[in-house]
Nanobody, 116 residues
């Protein structure tokens, strides 16, 4: 059974940092591209960062370049999103995503709130 479970969200002040984790089961992240998305209230879900399978090449949306880092631990089958210099506009529910055998799978999401 394919599952993705996110953790690591919370409340942080502007300029602060958080690290999100996404643990996968029933498949391996190594062999496929995995993604972090976010959805703010009243807005559409948007892709934030991706990491390609095997070589692990990172890709970022312009708004997070230089601040967020996506990485993968193959031994733990876990994908991370390190978020630094957080801004109020980063406030959203963050979701982990991977496509397995033609089906898109999502985690339950983790809330990130950036506020003073």
């Amino acid at each position: 059974q394919v599952q993705l479970v996110e953790s690591g969200g919370g409340l942080v002040q502007p300029g602060g940092s958080l690290r999100l984790s996404c643990v996968g089961s029933g498949f391996t992240f190594y062999s496929r591209t995995s993604n972090w998305y976010r959805q703010a209230p009243g807005k559409e879900r948007e892709a934030v960062a991706s990491i390609t399978g095997r070589l692990g090449v990172p890709i970022y949306v312009d708004s997070v370049k230089g601040r967020f880092t996506i990485s993968r631990d193959n031994a733990k089958n876990t994908v991370y999103l390190q978020m630094n210099s957080l801004k109020p506009e980063d406030t959203a529910v963050y979701y982990c995503n991977a496509r397995v055998e033609g089906t898109n799978y999502w985690g339950q999401g983790t809330q990130v709130t950036v506020s003073a």
